[in-house]
């Protein structure tokens, strides 16, 4: 079952040239494309099935900076900035608001991180509140139990997942941009080493820039170029609720369960973690790349099936740019919904949150996480292919971060004073270590 999205009338005809192509429709694309526009460049956003259909509209919607690596923090909070800025600039609604997000629990390790990592932020000027036991139950009342601590983070947010991606393509058109729906790229054209043209399904653009915002077709893409990008994913499955329940918190984190309320009331929910991990060649290729981060997470993990392997988006083959690709064939990645997932998020979230007890599911769908092997994004030109800007391995942040990221993109493109340090982002550091760990406090 499809994740809920707005959809948006976009033209058919394809320009002969622009000064960057944008490949990807998610958030962290139409973001980028958004702040190109604005800065006098013509561009392009090619996407080959429909905006945000793909993990930008099956996430949770939490633009958070608490418990970001310490990599990513600068970039989550300047992201916050920024969805307050769109909102102000623009007429469309992304359904952001600064809710503050609340998370619960009784692990005293579990405290004891999160204490650590608001001692963290702090020497960055990120305000988090530790709950002491009492404030944890009292924030928490709609669980009806007590609880030993928590965290509340005052200046994080949500936006709607359904309809944000959507909002920012329209800003980008009113500015003079050009999407193209179901208008997959096959591939680009070099001349004298550097980025000429990119190819679609629909015929050239000849241009100097691209940027490759493609989620987790990105490492397959790349492949095609003759580019090594370790890049995996895993299979999601959330629900959604009608609305009508009162009295539970906008964003709320706890081990059994998570709950985000949605612009039209209803809550999404999901159990933070809970994947299944489908076999692809990809999957078997980088493999060993994502040894320590199945180490940290196999309690959360479980196999899956085929699935991902049919789906075409972790694939090794490589394609003609004169014949239909994997893309064309997957316009919109759609996969089985893990149906004992699901009634194990809603038997939890009933017995964790008794508002909820008679609340009716609105919907279920599944989404592909891609990650890289640090659990941060690469972003940056290929060293390889001057002109091509990699954006992708947002490793289930790309959601929040997206305005930032976007922006950072748009500055490497110009040339301009980047947003935050591109240092750690360079797509080139996947290359230097197979054992990639992500920072602790």
Same mark, same amino acid.
């Given at each position: 079952?499809?994740?809920?999205?707005?959809?948006?009338?976009?033209? +058919?005809?394809?320009?002969?040239?622009?000064?960057?192509?944008? #490949?990807?429709?998610?958030?962290?694309?139409?973001?980028?494309?958004?702040?190109?526009?604005?800065?006098?460049?013509?561009?392009?956003?090619?996407?080959?099935?429909?905006?945000?259909?793909?993990? $930008?509209?099956?996430?949770?919607?939490?633009?958070?900076?608490?418990?970001?690596?310490?990599?990513?923090?600068?970039?989550?909070?300047?992201?916050?900035?920024?969805? !307050?800025?769109?909102?102000?600039?623009?007429?469309?609604?992304?359904?952001?608001?600064?809710?503050?997000?609340?998370?619960?629990? !009784?692990?005293?390790?579990?405290?004891?991180?999160?204490?650590?990592?608001?001692?963290? =932020?702090?020497?960055? @000027?990120?305000?988090?509140?530790?709950? %002491?036991?009492?404030?944890?139950?009292?924030?928490?009342?709609? *669980?009806?139990?007590?609880?030993?601590?928590?965290?509340?983070?005052?200046?994080?947010?949500?936006?709607?997942?359904?309809?944000?991606?959507?909002?920012?393509?329209?800003?980008? /058109?009113?500015?003079?941009?050009?999407?193209?729906?179901?208008?997959?790229?096959?591939?680009?054209?070099? +001349?004298?080493?550097?980025?000429?043209?990119?190819?679609?399904?629909? @015929?050239? #653009?000849? /241009?100097?820039?691209?940027?490759?915002?493609? @989620?987790?077709?990105? %490492?397959?893409?790349?492949?095609?170029?003759?580019?090594?990008?370790?890049?995996?994913?895993?299979? $999601? $499955?959330?629900?959604?609720?009608?609305?009508?329940?009162?009295?539970?918190?906008?964003?709320?984190?706890? =081990?059994?369960?998570?709950?985000?309320?949605? +612009?039209?009331?209803?809550?999404?929910?999901?159990?933070?973690?809970?994947?299944?991990?489908?076999?692809?060649?990809?999957?078997?290729?980088?493999?060993?790349?994502?040894?320590?981060?199945?180490?940290?997470?196999?309690? $959360?993990?479980?196999?899956?099936?085929?699935?991902?392997?049919? +789906?075409?988006?972790? *694939?090794?083959?490589?394609?003609?740019? !004169?014949?239909?690709?994997?893309?064309?064939?997957?316009?919109?990645?759609?996969? =089985?919904?893990?149906?004992? *997932?699901?009634?194990?998020?809603?038997?939890?979230?009933?017995?964790?949150?008794?508002?909820?007890?008679?609340?009716?599911?609105?919907?279920?769908?599944?989404?592909?996480?891609? %990650?890289?092997?640090?659990?941060?994004?690469?972003?940056?030109?290929?060293?390889?292919?001057?002109?091509?800007?990699?954006?992708?391995?947002?490793?289930?942040?790309?959601?929040? #971060?997206?305005?930032?990221?976007?922006?950072?993109?748009?500055?490497?493109?110009?040339?301009?004073?980047?947003?935050?340090?591109?240092?750690?982002?360079?797509?080139?550091?996947?290359?230097?270590?197979?054992?990639?760990?992500?920072?602790?406090?």
């Amino acid at each position: 079952m499809p994740a809920p999205l707005v959809r948006i009338e976009t033209v +058919s005809s394809q320009p002969e040239s622009a000064d960057v192509v944008v #490949i990807g429709g998610g958030i962290v694309g139409v973001f980028a494309a958004y702040y190109l526009v604005r800065r006098g460049l013509k561009v392009v956003l090619v996407e080959k099935g429909l905006i945000g259909a793909e993990q $930008s509209s099956r996430n949770w919607g939490w633009c958070r900076q608490q418990n970001r690596d310490a990599r990513e923090l600068p970039i989550a909070t300047k992201s916050l900035d920024l969805w !307050d800025q769109f909102a102000a600039e623009t007429d469309e609604d992304t359904g952001f608001r600064r809710c503050g997000l609340l998370y619960l629990s !009784d692990n005293e390790d579990e405290l004891a991180g999160w204490a650590r990592w608001r001692d963290f =932020a702090r020497t960055v @000027g990120v305000t988090t509140h530790m709950l %002491s036991s009492t404030e944890a139950t009292e924030r928490g009342n709609a *669980t009806g139990k007590h609880w030993k601590g928590g965290v509340f983070s005052p200046s994080d947010g949500t936006a709607d997942p359904s309809k944000a991606a959507p909002a920012v393509a329209r800003a980008f /058109t009113k500015a003079g941009g050009v999407v193209l729906q179901n208008c997959a790229a096959r591939g680009i054209e070099t +001349s004298g080493g550097q980025l000429s043209a990119v190819v679609t399904e629909k @015929g050239t #653009i000849r /241009t100097k820039f691209a940027v490759l915002a493609g @989620g987790a077709w990105a %490492s397959s893409f790349c492949n095609n170029l003759g580019v090594r990008f370790p890049q995996a994913s895993v299979r $999601s $499955s959330i629900l959604s609720v009608e609305p009508g329940v009162k009295g539970l918190p906008d964003a709320l984190h706890t =081990a059994e369960v998570s709950g985000t309320r949605r +612009s039209d009331g209803g809550y999404t929910l999901a159990i933070s973690g809970r994947a299944r991990v489908d076999v692809t060649p990809q999957q078997i290729r980088f493999g060993r790349h994502f040894l320590p981060m199945l180490a940290r997470r196999w309690r $959360s993990l479980a196999p899956g099936g085929l699935e991902g392997w049919r +789906s075409g988006h972790e *694939t090794l083959a490589r394609w003609r740019l !004169d014949e239909p690709t994997p893309m064309e064939r997957m316009r919109i990645l759609d996969p =089985a919904v893990d149906e004992g *997932t699901v009634f194990e998020i809603l038997r939890r979230a009933r017995h964790l949150l008794p508002g909820l007890a008679k609340a009716r599911i609105a919907s279920k769908w599944a989404g592909y996480i891609d %990650s890289t092997p640090d659990g941060v994004p690469a972003i940056g030109e290929v060293p390889s292919i001057p002109g091509f800007i990699l954006a992708a391995g947002f490793s289930g942040h790309g959601f929040g #971060i997206g305005p930032g990221a976007g922006h950072l993109i748009a500055d490497i493109v110009t040339g301009r004073w980047p947003l935050v340090d591109p240092a750690p982002y360079k797509p080139e550091r996947l290359a230097a270590s197979v054992w990639g760990r992500v920072a602790e406090f």
